[in-house]
């Protein structure tokens, strides 16, 4: 079984400043990894997610995420915030082999102040 | 072309009665995903299709809780004798395949109320 903890469940941080949200996964078996995004009374949004090749993952709105497997983290980072960034993000795991489901952290609430 | 479509998007119910919340998947999409969503909760996992069978439903909660996907495309989500636990928003997700690297896009989910 997969888990995902989601270490953080608000941060706020000031417009134009960076921001990291972390993420650290437990799997006995090889996982790719997502990272979601749900702004208010929408659906979930895929921003990123790396499947194999380069650690560092570029993704949408100027994210990017590093994987770390020795950690078994996948923290989502972004050089500098605007306030349209508001919403919450979600790391997600599923295992390589298989068809099972996404796995989910329980997210990480981003406000961002002007 | 149009994304995954859920309806309605709100439902009120009283504890004891049927409901029925229905998922529209981006055509062509064979895979079909049920996840509930509690309140400060990420996203959790009730049932998939691949096709028309239900691929895995180890995440259904009891037997109250049962969806079909008749025709291959569109799913129905059914509860009966809701209870106050069920509250929740319902998601639904499609991919064009089953299995971990095909992305699921998701529809904005139905917020059950069950009171």
């Known amino acids: 079984a997969q888990s995902v903890t989601q270490l953080d469940s608000q941060v706020p941080v000031f417009e134009e400043a960076p921001v990291e949200l972390r993420c650290n996964y437990s799997s006995s078996v090889s996982v790719y990894l997502f990272w979601y995004v749900q702004y208010p009374n929408q659906g979930l949004q895929l921003l990123l997610k790396y499947l194999s090749g380069s650690t560092l993952v570029k993704g949408i709105n100027g994210f990017e995420a590093e994987f770390n497997k020795s950690q078994t983290s996948f923290h989502l980072r972004k050089p500098s915030v605007h306030i349209s960034d508001t919403a919450e993000y979600f790391c997600?795991?599923?295992?390589?082999?298989?068809?099972?489901?996404?796995?989910f952290g329980k997210g990480t609430r981003l406000s961002v102040i002007a | 072309g149009a994304g995954v479509s859920q309806t309605p998007s709100n439902k009120v119910t009283e504890k004891g009665k049927y409901v029925e919340l229905r998922c529209d998947p981006i055509?062509?999409?064979?895979?079909l995903y049920w996840y509930r969503q509690s309140l400060g909760q990420g996203p959790e996992f009730l049932i998939y299709?691949?096709?028309?069978?239900?691929?895995?439903d180890s995440g259904l909660p009891n037997d109250r809780f049962f969806a079909v996907r008749p025709e291959g495309s569109v799913s129905t989500l059914k509860i009966q004798r809701t209870e106050r636990g069920d509250s929740a928003v319902y998601l639904c997700a499609s991919s064009i395949l089953a299995g971990g690297p095909n992305e699921q896009f998701f529809g904005p989910g139905t917020r059950l109320t069950v009171l």
């Open positions: 055509s062509g999409h064979t895979a």
């Open positions: 997600a795991v599923s295992p390589r082999s298989g068809n099972t489901p996404l796995v």
């Open positions: 299709f691949q096709g028309t069978g239900a691929a895995d």
